[in-house]
């Protein structure tokens, strides 16, 4: 509760200000220029995993087979990452069947582990079954309890009942933290289900990075606002706090249960070249969704209209040229510049930005 309650509260002040004030003058102006340094942060962490994960041509090709999968033929993540797990496995298995024996730094990591659990220094390392699955199912009850609860109260069909349906499939497949994931909320919830426009993910993300917490918060955001706009029976506000309330539930109980459950497994499992592999090339393909995440940002924020265009059964949203708006694209590469080039940390850049959209507004 700590951890979450601090950006929960804070988060759900902002966007209750972002709902109830939104078409305010100043605040579209705030917007503007954050909007500009989320771009800008977006592509720092298409450059900050891409070092870490492209470890070789065939990471490379997966990351680029993975964007091209989600920006092209719209491939839900889920399965991208099902794919990229299986890919993993496979080559993991080739890979240890040349492969020469383990480096001495994993040896002597392996021993030091076995000698800790033999001695009595380490219970927590040695998994025991029993434990694990009490945990599971006390999670489970704590999980899908309030699904159950909202499915008899408002009915399957409600959209706090589909949030909360929606945001636990999104947290099963969070790999490598928030901006994959946001990538697959953005397909999903704006281009499927409309119950937010472009911009208004990118606002989210904008108000998310601004508040204590983790950023995977911008799905609260997203419930807020999609619960407010389709209420159903409700009344909106009660709906918008309900829907955040559900999607903040679903999103950080599903990671403590993996938490409680797996931690007395990590090292089993570290110690498995095969699994390693599978993750690894996750990780590759969540650059490839990433990238399209970013894209996808520029799009909508740099260009008033974009288009589709179709090869085939392959769909592509490209820009209208004539429509950049040539304020934010300045701002966003300021902002690039600013974060790649000199290192300038995040809530510097954030002010920086935020002050350019003010100039800009006043300017105009």
Not at 95 to 105: I, L, V
Not at 245 to 273: D, H, K, N, Q, Y
């Amino acid at each position: 509760m700590l951890f979450v309650l601090p950006g929960m509260i804070v988060l759900g002040i902002l966007s209750w200000v972002y709902v109830r004030y939104q078409n305010a003058s100043f605040i579209a102006a705030t917007f503007f220029g954050l909007k500009a340094a989320m771009l800008a942060i977006v592509i720092e962490a298409v450059v900050r995993i891409g070092r870490r994960a492209l470890k070789s041509r065939f990471h490379l090709v997966l990351a680029g087979a993975s964007f091209l999968a989600i920006y092209a033929f719209g491939v839900p993540f889920p399965w991208l990452v099902l794919a990229a797990a299986v890919i993993g496995l496979a080559f993991g298995r080739s890979a240890n069947a040349t492969a020469s024996s383990p480096s001495t730094a994993t040896e002597a990591n392996d021993y030091v582990i076995d000698r800790m659990v033999e001695n009595g220094l380490a219970h927590h390392l040695a998994p025991k079954w029993k434990p694990a699955v009490r945990t599971t199912v006390a999670c489970l009850v704590l999980w899908v309890g309030p699904l159950i609860a909202a499915s008899l109260w408002l009915g399957s069909d409600h959209i706090v009942t589909r949030e909360g349906w929606f945001f636990s499939q999104a947290a099963v497949v969070t790999f490598d933290g928030a901006y994959a994931v946001l990538a697959y909320v953005a397909q999903h919830a704006v281009d499927d289900l409309g119950w937010l426009r472009p911009g208004e993910m990118v606002d989210g993300l904008a108000l998310a990075e601004t508040t204590p917490g983790p950023l995977i918060m911008v799905l609260q955001f997203v419930g807020f606002v999609a619960a407010h706009r389709l209420p159903g029976s409700l009344d909106p506000w009660l709906a918008a706090c309900l829907g955040a309330l559900m999607t903040t539930w679903v999103t950080f109980v599903p990671s403590f249960l993996f938490v409680l459950v797996g931690a007395p497994f990590v090292e089993s499992i570290s110690r498995a070249p095969t699994l390693r592999a599978a993750l690894s090339a996750i990780t590759a393909a969540v650059v490839g969704v990433v990238l399209n995440l970013s894209v996808w940002f520029a799009l909508h924020k740099i260009f008033r209209h974009t288009a589709i265009r179709s090869i085939g059964i392959a769909r592509f949203e490209v820009p209208a040229w004539s429509s950049v708006n040539a304020l934010a694209l300045l701002i966003a590469a300021a902002a690039l510049l600013a974060t790649l080039r000199f290192k300038v940390p995040l809530g510097w850049l954030l002010l920086g930005s935020l002050l350019a959209g003010w100039a800009a507004w006043a300017w105009r």
